[in-house]
């Protein structure tokens, strides 16, 4: 089934994508204000495997535009937080490519 040529997209939010990046948002305000000194010390703390933690905090890396298109259910279909979880490219301009042709 396709939309009609000028039919917009329907928003579609991916709350678990959503929440890990409030997460990571989170985590990484408490480790810059030394409220905890190590990822380990925080990932203790949250009861999860700071090999995990340190995934998520990755978001903190991504490219504004994708956060933004992330919170407004506006990503593509290829955003996905396993794909974000990913090792990312270093600059904005090749995360934002990258995301386009996966």
């Known amino acids: 089934m396709r939309l009609p040529e000028r039919a917009t ?3 579609r939010t991916d709350n678990t994508l959503v929440k890990a990046l409030a997460r990571a948002f989170r985590w ?3 480790l ?3 409220e905890y ?5 925080l990932a203790e703390r949250e009861c999860m495997a700071p090999s995990y933690m340190t995934r998520v905090l990755r978001l ?5 535009d994708i956060v933004e298109a992330i919170l407004d259910g506006k990503q593509g279909p ?3 937080l396993s ?3 990913e090792p990312l490219p270093p600059s904005w301009s090749e995360q934002t490519s990258a995301f386009r042709h996966t």
């Open 32 to 34: 810059e204000s030394g």
């Open 78 to 80: 290829e955003v996905t």
């Open 83 to 85: 794909q974000c979880l």
């Open 28 to 30: 990484k305000r408490m």
């Open 37 to 41: 000194a190590t990822i380990a010390e």
């Open 60 to 64: 903190t890396l991504l490219a504004p």
């Open 9 to 11: 997209q329907p928003r």
